[in-house]
Nanobody
């Protein structure tokens, strides 16, 4: 079981950028594909981006070209660089394995104003 702590969210104007960080405890972090998930108000949580242990990435169509996921296995960290943010990116962002297998952290709120 890993513990996940997300940070880096905030309020930003449309077109702005944010970098989210996720600190994961647990011995098996480096072996897992990791993902960033987002939950928009009133909607189900969805996978926005994922990265394999070897660094191969995958993005939801809405995130392609704007978001970049990365990881540092030496620090048990996963990052999400979000550029050209849009109001529809607003939501709570969580990290977890892909597919999710650990208890969810508290998430980090991202609010994009128009």
């Amino acid at each position: 079981q890993a513990q996940l702590v997300e940070s880096g969210g905030g309020l930003v104007q449309a077109g702005g950028s944010l970098r989210l960080s996720c600190a994961a405890s647990g011995r098996f972090f480096s072996f897992n594909t990791m993902g960033w998930y987002r939950q928009a108000p009133g909607k189900q949580r969805e996978l926005a981006a994922s990265i394999t242990s070897g660094g191969r990435t995958n993005y939801a169509d809405s995130a392609k070209g704007r978001f970049t996921i990365s990881r540092d296995n030496t620090k048990n960290m996963v990052y999400l660089q979000m550029n050209s943010l849009k109001p529809e990116d607003t939501g709570v962002y969580y990290c977890n394995a892909d597919p999710a297998r650990w208890s969810w952290g508290q998430g980090t709120q991202v609010t994009v104003s128009s």
